[in-house]
């Protein structure tokens, strides 16, 4: 069983999600860059993960208001300091899920 | 162990296939560990808005975006029309031409049929732990794409079983749900490679928190990251003058 609408909704979806993620693979990885986009764009990751992450730790709800008493904030800290000193990505998941487990479980 | 985590054997080895999908592999699985709750959490959703399991492996294979999916579900719930359903996706994914624009610089060697097949697996995560190893030169294309199949892979499963059962698994077990937080930070930590860098993030992280609060829905990603790249950019520029 399908609903027709749902289908269009998701064919559609699909089509503006894919076409941002393909075009600049294809169109700029052939072509030399001019030097300021390149350092631009080596500046774009640290900002992205920044934009995305910093909002999770510091806001909840909607509308998003400020709520710094929050296990997502705190657990961060440890986990920063563990993922700075060892550099590894599993074992700072695996840290940060524990962490998280037993903040929410005390609190 | 370390080794193992980081993966610093070069491309250049000629054991091909095996050792891609090897390092591919443990690339991935924090990716995937940090998607399946959130899967199961979408099927769920999905289920209760109405949608068939069919439909809900079918978006889950043609869109691979998790909070737009979301999105799309909790429309579709209130009655919003189609269109207006795409064009709000189309914003919250607008990110991806920033990301797959900065995977490009790595990418000058692929082929368009792989590149093709690259795309429809960009996502924030796989985007962080790709640029990661591509800026770090221990990375190929194929390890990319097997990190990206894989992580789609657990994202479908894992969407489609919540459609069907995620009624029954416990919310919160094991704190899963901070696991791709967990990495996010990690992966920031690994760009932060110099001064330039640190300052661009904090700016990125300090304008996210306040278009955050301000305006709805998730514009504050792209709008920040660009504020701050483009701010830091013109302060060395300035600088180097």
């Not at chain 2, 995977?103 to 692929?110: P, S």
């Not at chain 2, 860098?197 to 904090?202: E, H």
Request: hydrophobic share 55%.
């Amino acid at each position: 069983m399908i609903h027709a609408e749902v289908i269009w909704v998701i064919l559609g979806m699909g089509l503006v999600t894919y076409l941002p993620r393909w075009f600049p693979l294809v169109f700029l990885s052939r072509r030399r860059l001019p030097q300021w986009l390149v350092e631009w764009l080596d500046l774009i990751p640290s900002a992205i993960l920044s934009a995305l992450l910093l909002p999770e730790l510091v806001t909840n709800g909607t509308p998003r208001h400020i709520a710094l008493w929050q296990p997502e904030l705190w657990v961060a800290i440890p986990t920063f300091v563990f993922a700075l000193k060892t550099k590894s990505l599993g074992g700072t998941v695996i840290i940060g899920m524990a962490l998280f487990w037993l903040a929410q479980s005390v609190i | 162990m370390k080794n193992f985590w980081n993966n610093p054997i070069s491309p250049q080895n000629k054991r091909g296939t095996k050792t891609s999908i090897l390092q591919g592999l443990s690339a991935a699985w924090p990716i995937c560990l940090g998607y399946i709750p959130i899967g199961l959490a979408f099927g769920v959703l999905a289920q209760k808005a109405g949608l068939y399991p069919i439909e809900i492996m079918l978006m889950s294979i043609l869109v691979f975006a998790g909070s737009s999916q979301f999105i799309a579900v909790s429309m579709l719930s209130t009655g919003a029309g189609a269109l207006s359903i795409i064009l709000t996706t189309f914003a919250v994914n607008l990110r991806h031409l920033l990301m797959s624009s900065s995977l490009a610089v790595f990418l000058g060697n692929a082929t368009r049929r792989k590149l093709t097949l690259f795309a429809y697996g960009v996502t924030d995560e796989s985007f962080a732990v790709n640029y990661t190893r591509f800026s770090g030169k221990i990375w190929s294309v194929n390890r990319a794409l097997v990190v990206n199949h894989t992580a789609n892979l657990a994202w479908i499963v894992s969407s489609v079983i919540g459609g069907y059962s995620g009624r029954f698994i416990h919310q919160g077990a094991f704190g899963i749900d901070y696991a791709l937080t967990a990495m996010f930070i990690c992966l920031l930590i690994l760009q932060l490679k110099s001064r330039l860098y640190v300052l661009t993030a904090v700016i990125a992280g300090a304008v996210a928190v306040i278009l955050s609060l301000t305006i709805p829905g998730s514009s504050y990603i792209v709008l920040a990251s660009i504020i701050a790249a483009t701010t830091v950019l013109g302060l060395k520029k300035w600088g180097a003058k």
